[in-house]
């Protein structure tokens, strides 16, 4: 029985007892008063059973959820943990990329600049070579022009 109807019914038994003049006291059937004091000591323990179950069961429930929020939070600074280390990572992996590409850059421009210099310096050589070639193509050329010139002219006598 739930004990604050036992409680109201009470409290009625009371107030129909009979007032005594001039006096705050009341008579009241004592057996009424007996019969729903016996009915408050059985029910007063199903309470205190029930509200030490519900106190039981909201611990439980707090435990789980602190449990559950423990977990949650270890899981996000794990979480958290492998973000920054992808981070860290990624940052590396850029500033990986970003110096052999400076590097190539490097090489390449001086691969560009050897690759000049040898040209040049191959095309100087073979301009001298062809300066040496054209002068004893033009000496050649003087030689049969002069050797022309002589078989052409009349021969004077050698002994007139």
């Known amino acids: 029985m739930d004990i604050l109807y036992l409680v109201d019914r009470l409290e009625e038994s009371i107030k129909k007892g009979v007032r005594i003049p001039f006096t705050t006291i009341r008579l009241v059937d004592e057996r009424s008063i007996r019969t729903l004091i016996d009915q408050m000591r059985i029910s007063i323990p199903d309470e205190v059973r029930r509200a030490q179950r519900i106190g039981r069961e909201r611990d439980k429930i707090m435990a789980e959820a602190r449990e ?5 939070v270890r899981e996000a600074e794990a979480r958290a943990g492998e973000l920054s ?16 590409r400076q590097k190539a850059e490097r090489e390449a421009a001086t691969l560009r600049r050897d690759a000049q210099e040898y040209a040049f310096n191959a095309l100087c050589q073979l301009e001298e070579e062809l300066q ?20 052409t002219t009349p021969e004077s006598p050698a002994g007139t």
């Not at 559950?68 to 949650?72: D, G, I, K």
């Open 68 to 72: 559950r929020a423990e977990q949650l």
């Open 85 to 100: 280390g992808e981070h860290a990572i990624a940052q590396a992996a850029e500033a990986r990329a970003a110096a052999i």
């Open 132 to 151: 040496r070639t054209l002068r004893v193509v033009e000496n050649g050329l003087r030689r049969i022009q002069v050797e022309q010139a002589e078989e």
